[in-house]
Each structure stands twice: as structure tokens, then as C-alpha cells.
């Protein structure tokens, strides 16, 4: 009898220790990377849709964690957890995609919590005036944002009007171009809003702007649009929508080359071309303002304060043609007689010539 207690003794003492060791074996393995005050700390990209088990095993390649099957199977059983890090706060893990900065002195509780706050490195995004959606979408596409074609889904879908109350058939116009913090992986909904409200709130700065009606309010962004791509210099701005409002009250077509190009490229889809061809200002679509009287159905692009301000608060002249004389500075001549604007065209071509 005493036989088998002494047994029974020694395998529970062994077991104890089997016990023992396989804890302070754990434990080991949940400590931080890095023991010492200084850390090293690492950028990580988690993409949206990425699973645990691979965040785990890129924290381990990246030599943040020990074992990235002790951080995988803590998420999944949390009581891990509360036997090795009792004196952490206990909290709900939810992985949020996005880019992290952790240091390697870090455990992996602590490494959890990052990735579960949201408190993500954002990424600067600047939206140049006269920007489309198109390009827009692009260039959140390219800094891993949203899909373009989640954004352009978006901006074209009746919802998003609805809830601002915005005419026609896209938020073209709309999209405030601005330089803005965005992160991986965002919602394409979120962003065009943050766009959109942004815009409503830059155009408080405008004389005139932003207590016009929804209607009164679509004309002079599409008109604006229009002066966006029209204009380089500033101060030409006010004197190239003056042109085009003397043009719309006496009914004359605009004659503008940026609405042809947004046909080409946006509407057929081309690519830009680097001069405009005379078949393509025959091309019979509502957007061709050598085509159609009147300003086209929507924006053709996004634009910024001057463009909206000069459509807004437009001086009265009694111009209906301007010219470019000085390519390289982007300087205009403004003629109020079509005899004046042909003249002005034959002697900017001659100066080419010589």
C-alpha cells in the first residue's frame, strides 16, 4: 500500500512539474520580442479582410512576436490571456485593417490592443483642383484606400445624391479637391461623403455660394468645372467665366476644348489626347459644347475656390472669346468681336511660325 502512494506521489509530482515547466514554457514564449526600455518600432500593413492567422504570421516574420501560433490561439481562446497577462485589462479583440506602428519591446496583449483601436497611421492623399471621380478613384486605388470602382459606384449611385441633394447623375463637382487624411482599407462611402461635406463647408467662404438653391447652386458648379479647366492663371479666372456667361445668356455655344476631352476620356473612355482633332468636336454627346448651346447635363470636373468664386461672383465685360498668347504661363487675350478673336488667332499662329 505504501508502495502505490509513493508511486501515485512521484507521477502527481512529475505531472506538477510537466506542468511547471510547460507554463513557464508559455510564458516565455509571450513575452516580448525586445526585454529592454529601447524598442525598435516596425510599420505594419494589415489590408482589409486579413485573416488572424496571417496577421499572426507576419508579426512573427517581422520579428515582433515569439510565437504566432501563442498570439493566433490567444485570440481565439482569450482565457490564454488571462492566465499569462492577468494583469492586463481584459477587452474585446476586433482585428481593424489599416497601418500600425508597434514596437518590438511590446507583448502580445499589448500588440492586440494596437490592432484592435483603430488608432491607425494615416495616409495623405492630396486631390489636385480639376480632378474627375475617375481620376479621383484612381488615386485613392493607388494609395490602397478604396477600389476605384467601389468610388465611382458610389458617386454615381442615387443614394449619395438623395442625401445631399445633388441634380443629375454623379456627385461630379462635388468632391471637394484638398489634401486629405485617409486610411487602408476605407469604406468608399465614408470617403466621397467626407469629400461632399467638405466641399459644403469651403464654399461658406464664397460670396453668394453656399445659400443658393440646389438647381441655382448645380449651375454654377458646372459652370465652374468648366472655368477649372479653362483657366491657369488666377486672375483670369473671373474674366473666362465672364465669356462663357455672355456666351449662355445669348444662347451661343461655349466652344469649350475641356468638355470635348472629358467626352474622349471620361465618357468613351480614351486617353488624353494631346491636341483636340476636328472630328472630335463633332462628337454628337450632350457634354460637347461645340455640339450643344447651354451648359453640358453635369460637372466635368471638381473645382477648387477660385473656379467656384469666379462663377459665382463673375464680372460683367462684354467678352466672348479668349485666346492663348503666351503658352507657357497659360495668358489669355479676351476680344468681345469674333473679327477681334480671329485676328488675335492669326497673329498668335504667326508668332508661332517665326
Not at 456666351?247 to 486617353?271: D, F, K, M, Q, W
Not at 450643344?292 to 467678352?319: E, R, V
Not at 479668349?322 to 489669355?332: K, M
Request: proline share 5%; with cysteine; glycine share 4%.
Amino acid at each position: 500500500m505504501k508502495k502505490n502512494i509513493t508511486i501515485i506521489l512521484i507521477i502527481l509530482l512529475l505531472l506538477a512539474g510537466a506542468g511547471g515547466a510547460a507554463y513557464f514554457y508559455v510564458k516565455n514564449l509571450a513575452k516580448p520580442v525586445s526585454l529592454t526600455e529601447s524598442s525598435k518600432d516596425v510599420r505594419v500593413e494589415i489590408p482589409h479582410g486579413t485573416s488572424v492567422y496571417s496577421v499572426s504570421k507576419l508579426l512573427k516574420n517581422e520579428k515582433l512576436i515569439r510565437s504566432d501560433k501563442l498570439f493566433y490561439y490567444s485570440v481565439r481562446f482569450p482565457v490564454i490571456k488571462k492566465i499569462f497577462f492577468p494583469e492586463e485589462e481584459d477587452f474585446s479583440f476586433t482585428l481593424r485593417s489599416g497601418i500600425y506602428h508597434i514596437q518590438d519591446n511590446m507583448n502580445i496583449v499589448q500588440i492586440q490592443k494596437v490592432l484592435s483601436s483603430g488608432q491607425q497611421e494615416y495616409i495623405k492623399v492630396s486631390i489636385p483642383e480639376g480632378y474627375t471621380i475617375s481620376q479621383i478613384a484612381r488615386e485613392l486605388e493607388k494609395n490602397e484606400i478604396c477600389p476605384a470602382a467601389d468610388f465611382i459606384q458610389v458617386c454615381k449611385s442615387d443614394k449619395i445624391r438623395y442625401d445631399y441633394n445633388i441634380p443629375g447623375d454623379s456627385c461630379e463637382g462635388y468632391l471637394f479637391p484638398d489634401t486629405y487624411f485617409l486610411t487602408v482599407g476605407m469604406n468608399a462611402e465614408l470617403i466621397a461623403k467626407l469629400m461632399i461635406d467638405n466641399f459644403f463647408e469651403k464654399i461658406k467662404s464664397v460670396p453668394n455660394l453656399a445659400e443658393k438653391s440646389s438647381e441655382d447652386l448645380f449651375y454654377t458648379v458646372r459652370l465652374a468645372s468648366i472655368v477649372e479647366k479653362e483657366y491657369a492663371v488666377a486672375d483670369e479666372a473671373p474674366l473666362i467665366a465672364s465669356v462663357f456667361k455672355n456666351r449662355l445668356r445669348r444662347n451661343i455655344g461655349l466652344y469649350s476644348c475641356a468638355t470635348v476631352v472629358y467626352v474622349l476620356t471620361e465618357i468613351e473612355g480614351r486617353p488624353h489626347p494631346d491636341r483636340i482633332l476636328i472630328q472630335d468636336t463633332r462628337i454628337d454627346n450632350p457634354y460637347n459644347t461645340y455640339i450643344w448651346a447651354g451648359l453640358p447635363p453635369g460637372a466635368i470636373s471638381n473645382p477648387g475656390l477660385i473656379a467656384l468664386d469666379a462663377a459665382t461672383n463673375t464680372p460683367k465685360t462684354n467678352y466672348y472669346f479668349f485666346q492663348v498668347v503666351d503658352a507657357e504661363e497659360g495668358r489669355h487675350v479676351f476680344t468681345s468681336s469674333f473679327e477681334d478673336h480671329i485676328e488675335n488667332h492669326i497673329s498668335v499662329n504667326r508668332r508661332k511660325n517665326n
